[in-house]
T-cell receptor
Framework: EAGVTQFPSHSVIEKGQTVTLRCDPI?????LYWYRRVMGKEIKFLLH????????ESGMPNNRFLAERTGGTYSTLKVQPAELEDSGVYFC??????????????FGPGTRLTVT | QKEVEQNSGPLSVPEGAIASLNCTYS??????FFWYRQYSGKSPELIMS????GDKEDGRFTAQLNKASQYVSLLIRDSQPSDSATYLC???????????FGKGTKLSVKP
């Protein structure tokens, strides 16, 4: 079974540019999460999709971040315009859902974003 | 603000010894607890989950949970150099699906 995949693995962009990150969850996993780890800090939650619907986007830092999950399969996270503080590693995770309980979340390799 | 605290380390143990990693959490309503292992530059890898008070064993790993003390630990028996990594404690609780992570403990197993 293929794991969670993310693209690109690295992205270096200039302040003010736009970047789109992609995540393909494990097949059959309805739950998809985005997390971010900035240098020296813990991994922090950004948002949670159940199928194509946003279940919780309380961790999104501001309206420069837009996440989508059309068709309930892969997801994209767009940052527009990027700022220096957006630099970090963006992780995607997915999980099954049994009776509304959180199940184990499996993480992708992450996208390392550097904004210069 | 829900928090998960871990000693950042580094924790250094000799090969063959038991490594003990600890984690405390602030939200008393937390229900599910996870340990992830992360090698440098790699993704967090789920190695243990625990939902009930007590011990849960899986191979060389034992997770321990004490909800009254809001404390989770991970024991690694017969530590190997390949166990050298950062170990992340993650907690879920309440109605939302997201995990709350600690900063991680860096473990170094010396041959």
């Amino acid at each position: 079974e293929a794991g969670v995949t993310q693209f690109p693995s690295h992205s270096v962009i200039e302040k003010g540019q736009t970047v789109t990150l992609r995540c393909d969850p494990i097949s059959g996993h309805d739950n998809l999460y985005w997390y971010r780890r900035v240098m020296g800090k813990e991994i922090k939650f950004l948002l949670h999709f159940v199928k194509e619907s946003k279940q919780d986007e309380s961790g999104m830092p501001n309206n420069r971040f837009l996440a989508e999950r059309t068709g309930g399969t892969y997801s994209t996270l767009k940052v527009q315009p990027a700022e220096l503080e957006d630099s970090g590693v963006y992780f995607c995770a997915s999980s099954q859902d049994f009776g509304g309980n959180v199940y184990e979340q499996y993480f992708g390799p992450g996208t390392r974003l550097t904004v210069t | 603000q829900k928090e998960v605290e871990q000693n950042s380390g580094p924790l250094s143990v000799p090969e063959g010894a038991i490594a003990s990693l600890n984690c405390t959490y602030s939200d008393r309503g937390s229900q599910s607890f996870f340990w992830y292992r992360q090698y440098s530059g790699k993704s967090p890898e789920l190695i243990m989950s625990i939902y009930s008070n007590g011990d849960k064993e899986d191979g060389r790993f034992t997770a321990q949970l004490n909800k009254a003390s809001q404390y989770v630990s991970l024991l690694i028996r017969d530590s190997q150099p390949s166990d050298s990594a950062t170990y992340l404690c993650a907690v879920h609780g309440g109605s939302q699906g997201n995990l709350i992570f600690g900063k991680g403990t860096k473990l170094s197993v010396k041959p």
